[in-house]
């Protein structure tokens, strides 16, 4: 008889504890909210900077009149929460959120921590005030395009059982920009020396030598610059310019010659590294002699240029 008994208080006790179950939360004051962030319109980024590495922030901002909502206080019952990424899916580290913009993300600080995404927080609640500030890092997750352009707009929402108590937005859009070289002296005038036609001697000769430089100033970060010369009026010997006008010189062309006085290529890219702030590239320019007879006169050829950089 006694066996009988504990069986069925055991029983019992075992139909008053229910399952987890989930709150069902209401407004008790106010409503839905928005926390609005500003950042520059236009941010600039280095060619260095790291993945993970924070593009920029906010200062901590507070919700605009915080509501209150309350939930079931039953027992057992819990709400689930957590940040609903209105532009995409989050990263690997459980903090980091799409923006939609190849390699921009943004965290959400609350105020020293970061929010995590829905539904991965539960608790047991009753009443919360929707008041503690938050605050907007953007964070460079891999490579951005020059250009690029974050929408302003709403970024997510802050996720409380079955309510949206909480919109984070943006609050003007971003454009991404990628600091540029700039070259110093644009055109470079090479003057070359006066020199008698007995100077050359026969078809690839040269005299009068002549040193100058390309002068780049590249931000810093920048890894490396490539420079493609280009030119209307090519001759058939390596990095030979045949002379432009009505009544300069023949047989004579302008040879452009690396730092190690190799025949530049035109058309193929030359590697320049590492450009630092104001950069100086040697070049030389010489008289070529082109053919077998060669008149006097003046000489003048032009080349172009072209700076790509990373």
């Known amino acids: 008889m006694t066996r009988a008994i504990c069986l069925w208080m055991a029983l019992l006790l075992l139909a008053l504890v229910p399952a ?19 950042l520059p319109p236009t941010i600039s980024i280095p060619a ?18 915080p509501p209150d909502i309350t939930c079931g206080n039953f027992f057992g019952e819990t709400v689930t929460y957590g940040v609903a990424n209105s ?6 580290d459980n903090v980091t959120y799409e923006t939609g913009i190849p390699g921009v993300g943004y965290r959400i600080t609350h105020p020293t921590d970061y929010l995590t995404p829905y539904p991965q927080n539960s608790q047991y609640v009753t009443t919360t005030t929707f008041s503690v500030t938050s605050g907007l890092q953007l964070i460079k ?3 951005i395009a020059s250009g690029s ?23 003007n859009s971003i454009t991404f920009t990628t600091p540029s070289c700039t070259i110093v002296t644009n055109p470079i005038n090479v003057t070359l020396p006066v020199v008698t036609t007995s ?10 030598k002549t040193p100058f430089q390309i002068r780049l100033n590249c931000p810093t970060g920048t ?58 590239i040697p ?28």
């Open 20 to 38: 987890v179950v989930s709150a069902k939360c209401k407004y008790s004051s106010g409503g839905a909210t928005t926390v609005t962030f500003s």
């Open 48 to 65: 260095n900077m790291a993945d993970g590495t924070i593009i920029a922030s906010t200062g901590q901002v507070s919700p605009a009149n």
């Open 87 to 92: 532009r995409g899916s989050y990263l690997a």
């Open 141 to 143: 997750t891999g490579p």
């Open 149 to 171: 352009v974050l929408a302003s707009g709403d970024l997510a929402d802050w996720q409380w059982g079955t309510l949206y108590p909480e919109t984070f937005r943006l609050g």
């Open 199 to 208: 100077a050359f001697t026969g078809v690839g000769s040269t005299s009068g």
């Open 223 to 280: 890894a490396v610059a490539k420079i493609t010369m280009h030119t209307a009026a090519p001759d058939s010997h390596p990095g030979v310019v045949q002379p432009s006008g009505a009544g300069y010189a023949a047989g004579i062309g302008v040879q452009v010659l690396d730092g190690n006085s190799n025949p530049m290529v035109f058309e193929t890219q030359t590697v320049v590294t590492p450009p630092n702030a104001t950069t100086s």
């Open 283 to 310: 070049y030389f320019a010489q008289y070529f002699q082109t053919a077998p007879a060669v008149t006097g006169g003046a000489v003048k050829a032009t080349v172009t240029f072209d700076i790509f950089y990373q």
